[in-house]
């Protein structure tokens, strides 16, 4: 049986009845990655002596007929941005390169309490800032389609990861659109929750208005599955919601009869690829087919969304990133002369360039003089952009939208132009500004052989309703496993 | 010379005494072995977030609510930028565009009269960790035990003209603030700290001069003598015709004299915008209205009762109600005994005079209220001469012993036996006959001399009415 073809939750189920082990799963996994990862680089750390450690731990539980979590046994792998007690989690920075987290993160604490089984810390931009992967200190992760293209990011090992069946399913963070277009990239589903659904407590924050910590799996059911075991009310995360209800699964429904699914016009005019246009629009068609309603409409804002957006998240990651100094922890520069000096040294040496420019951006738009031109003005916007969804969720249920105007790049090709790479996510930080849920669903490849995903958006609390559009459209096709894992299966 | 006006304002914090930190659960106790009351948030661990401690808030609207403030029913914390090693997140959770108290006023009084000092505003903010530096190993240490500590920062006008009435001022906070419960509000340990805020003008001028801030301040004889300093030092560049620049300054009480820390150039740009990880404060018209009910008696409220209430004289008032300590014992006693007038005098007259022989503070008194009720028992009933009870009254200041007890293992019941006293009184008069003579000459004075000798050989135990009358009567036979 090929273990790492399954879903998370056919491997779990298969666990449970005993027949895989859950060191056999975590086998599976390490199999792949030695075979893999000398060429994606999906992982930072991997934790080999613990995650069989972990599974024996789960095993014997199910061994002994006890009640296991919903995931158990199930090897998953995290963002290195999610805090991991006793195992490095670096942000993928330098000047995180030493740190050892004394406790978990909130969501990872409910993780393990569902069964899964960790192996190891996923590649990302550093600090999250960036959507290629490629500002990682510790090196670039490689889209496992074709490894001359970048995986997405910033989760973009995550979503490597489980593209290229190096894991059951991963975790990501998503404060711009870090979830969904890597997941679209690597032709895998992620899932952005409603703000406050996922504790942050325990997130490395970089833009703490706009993180949520998310999912990213094979495929929908796998993604409710998931999403109902880490999403819960936490008392330490004062922005944490109590929902009146975390069940997901129930929405695996193959019906979309009567749903309304609004397609804002502004999202499909120039800029966005021929082909990509083409696949969402057969995918909204096929969802048309089965009984939704589709209508188009004019969301408006969205040409602001993107400078507000960085406005925004680079303003509080300013801040966020302001504890980074080589007092407490992580990396502090050989020598210097006095304080002011050894903060200098630290943070230029620590840090790379895409997040100092953003340190840079977000410092100078909290400046006095220019916070109420910058900052204030961005925050009403942000306003106003959550207003426009407002009113188009009182005419539909679910929005379809791209995820990026573009399949994933080329190596090399995104980070000479940063205001381009920032221009690529125009379709997914109206979501974050928004505090809304959305998930990227795969949609076909375009000529190059890419995976194209579709975005599906809905209201706050109302993930179940693109759960249910999104299971109903992956009902009609079948799920497009990515030729490197194909090869390794021969 | 000209005379000048000098115009003063106060930027006071007060560390709150909540049990836990304002946005962890740590606690707030002194005396920790360093870094030990940490935790994640406050030492600014990656990955953790701050949770808003509800005391801090129900402190600072009663504190708010006590100086006529308004209460802003939705108020925000907001981020200051600033790196330094005591800050472990390198910004403090502070309150700059709205915060939960404003627009308020305390009323004080000087030998010139009564005054209203406006108040600006109350904010809620965090304290920062403490910084060592070893001179030994050249380096320096950080202690995050009070970080995260919960403090008001208030905010006063600039209302006042002299020293006399910023120590007005503090003093009257002061005694808001500990009626209140809020804080021991003590400058010496630093749970009360007040920057001054000043400026010197020609008198009659409308416009402000230009303001130093003075820091470090931690007695009000610091600020009395910063204040004149600091007064002086500016009229005198005004004289030279030079001009006061804008600056924070450090006053070293040891020198009597301030030296610039940094000037408005080089202020810091802090940065502030609202803080992303807590969600904003409402306080609903319930939860007001109950911090409304909860409200203590505050002095002034204090004073009126006992004008009203118990005969003793407003001077008498004024210092019983001076510091919360002191009223509480003199109303905990009453509520034993019934006696305000024999309570008030023990107050102000015992224990205050072995309070000054001690050296020691009124918060610092340990007795309890019950036994200070029952000496006042004691006396009353006879049981004790007030001689007896002076002394007492002193094991009683210094052990907090039981005076029941205490009167009965040491036997220093009055003896009210007249057989005992008459022949006690025989032994004297035989023993001090000229004194017998002298009084039956018509000295009166040898009256006092027999009735003190009396005592003696009674050790101090007897009735001294007792006393007297049997004295006269064996006398007169």
């Known amino acids: 049986m090929d273990i790492m073809a399954l879903t998370a939750v056919e491997l779990a189920k298969k666990i449970r009845q005993r027949e895989i082990s859950a060191r056999e799963a975590v086998e599976a996994a390490f199999r792949n990655i030695e075979k893999q990862e000398a060429v994606l680089h999906s992982y930072v750390t991997l934790d080999r002596e613990g995650a069989f450690r972990r599974a024996e731990a789960v095993q014997r539980r199910i061994d002994a007929g006890e009640e296991v979590g919903i995931l158990a046994g199930v090897p998953v792998a995290v963002k290195d941005n999610i805090c991991t007690k006793g195992i490095l989690t670096t942000c993928s920075s330098k000047i995180l390169e030493n740190f050892v987290p004394f406790f978990s993160a909130e969501a990872m604490q409910n993780l393990e309490q569902a069964g899964a089984v960790l192996i190891g810390k996923t590649n990302m931009d550093e600090f999250a800032m960036g959507s290629t992967t490629e500002t990682s200190y510790y090196g670039v992760t490689k889209n496992p389609w074709n490894t001359e293209y970048v995986p997405g990011g910033s989760s973009g090992g995550s979503c490597a990861a489980v593209a290229a069946e190096e894991c059951a399913f991963a975790l990501g963070s998503d404060t711009g659109g870090s979830i969904r277009q890597p997941s679209s990239f690597c032709g895998v589903t992620g899932l952005k929750p409603t703000y406050g659904t996922v504790s942050r407590y325990g997130l490395i924050a970089y833009g703490s208005s706009l993180d949520q910590i998310g999912p990213i799996a094979k495929d929908v059911s796998d993604c409710a599955a998931i999403l109902e075991a880490v999403a819960s009310y936490d008392s330490k995360d004062s922005t944490s919601i109590k929902r009146e209800s975390y069940d997901f699964t129930s929405a695996l429904v193959e019906d979309v009869k009567g749903l309304r699914i609004g397609i804002p016009r502004d999202y499909f005019t120039e800029g966005l690829d021929i082909e990509v246009k083409a696949a969402i629009e057969k995918a909204i068609r096929v969802l048309e087919e089965r009984g939704a309603l589709v209508e188009e409409f004019d969301l408006n804002f969205v040409e602001y969304a993107i400078p507000a957006y960085y406005i925004i998240a680079s303003a509080e990651a300013s801040s966020n990133l302001a504890r980074f100094d080589g007092v407490k922890y992580g990396y502090r520069t050989e020598e210097y002369e006095g304080l002011h000096a050894m903060y200098k040294r630290t943070r230029s040496e620590g840090f790379g360039a895409e997040v100092k420019r953003r340190i840079m951006l977000g410092s100078f738009v909290l400046s006095s003089g220019y916070y109420d031109a910058y900052y204030l003005k961005a925050l009403k916007t942000k306003a106003l952009i959550k207003k426009a969804f407002d009113r188009a969720f009182e005419r539909y249920d679910v929005i379809a939208a791209p995820v990026s105007p573009a399949t994933a790049p080329k190596l090399g090709e995104s980070l000479s132009d940063p205001i381009q790479m920032y221009l690529g996510d125009i379709y997914t930080i109206s979501v974050n500004l928004a505090g809304l849920p959305g998930i990227s669903v795969p949609c076909g490849v375009d000529e190059k052989g890419l995976p194209i995903g579709m975005q599906l958006i809905g209201n706050c609390f109302e993930e179940k309703k693109i759960i249910r559009a999104a299971y109903t459209w992956e009902q009609s096709r079948t799920y497009q496993r990515c030729p490197i894992a194909k090869k390794e299966v021969g | ?477």
């Open chain 2, 1 to 477: 010379m000209k005379q000048y006006e000098t115009v003063i304002g106060l930027e006071v914090h007060v560390e709150l005494a909540t049990k836990t930190k304002i946005f962890c659960s740590c606690s707030t106790a002194f005396g920790g072995a360093p870094n030990t009351h940490t935790c994640p948030v406050c030492t600014g661990m990656p990955g953790s977030l701050p949770v808003l401690n509800k005391q801090v808030v129900e402190y600072a609207m009663a504190v708010g609510l006590a100086t006529n403030c308004r209460i802003n029913q939705y108020c925000k914390f907001d981020r200051k930028n600033y790196f330094y090693p005591d800050n472990p997140q390198n910004y403090q959770i502070s309150q700059l565009y709205l915060p939960i108290c404003v627009n308020g006023s305390v009323e004080i009084e000087t030998a010139a009269g009564k005054k209203k000092i406006g108040i600006h505003e109350i904010h809620m903010e965090e304290d920062a960790g403490k910084l060592i530096h070893d001179e030994w190993e050249d380096c320096s240490l950080v202690d995050y035990n009070r970080s995260g500590v919960p403090l008001i920062e208030i905010v006063s006008e600039p209302d006042m003209r002299s020293a006399e009435e910023v120590i007005a001022y503090l003093d009257k906070l002061r005694l808001i603030i500990q009626y209140l419960g809020a804080s021991d509000c003590k400058l010496q340990e630093g749970s009360m700290r007040a920057d001054v805020n000043l400026s010197v003008r020609e008198a009659g001028a409308e416009a402000f001069g230009t303001r130093t801030e003075m820091k470090n301040l931690n007695s009000f004889k610091a600020i009395a003598r910063a204040i004149d300093g600091e007064r002086a030092r500016q009229i005198e560049l005004l004289e030279e015709g030079k001009q006061v620049v804008q600056e924070t300054r450090r006053w070293d009480d040891n020198k009597e004299y301030s030296y610039a820390m940094r000037s408005k150039e080089d202020a810091q740009d802090y940065r502030y915008f609202p803080e992303p990880d807590l969600v904003p404060i409402e306080i609903s018209d319930q939860w007001l209205l109950q911090v409304k009910q909860r409200q203590p008696e505050l002095r002034d409220e204090k004073i009126a009762r006992y004008k009203r209430e118990y005969q003793i004289p407003e001077y008498d008032i004024l210092i019983l109600t001076s510091s919360k300590k002191m009223a509480d014992l003199f109303e905990e006693t009453i509520a034993l005994c019934k006696k305000p007038k024999e309570v008030s005098n023990w107050l102000m007259g015992e224990a205050m005079r072995l309070l000054k022989e001690e050296e020691k503070d009124v918060d610092e008194i340990s007795f309890s209220p019950a036994h200070l009720a029952k000496l006042i028992a004691l006396l009353d009933a006879g049981t004790i001469n007030r001689t007896v009870a002076k002394d007492v009254f002193e094991v009683i200041f210094r052990e907090d012993i039981d005076p029941e007890q205490y009167v009965e293992e040491k036997g220093l019941k009055t003896v009210n036996d007249e057989e005992v006293l008459r022949s006690t009184i025989k032994e004297v008069i035989l023993a001090n006959t000229q004194s017998v003579e002298d009084y039956r000459a018509g000295k009166t004075k040898a009256m006092g001399f027999l009735v003190g000798q009396t005592m003696k050989a009674m050790k101090g135990k007897a009735d001294p009415g007792m006393v007297n009358r049997i004295l006269t009567e064996m006398l007169n036979q």
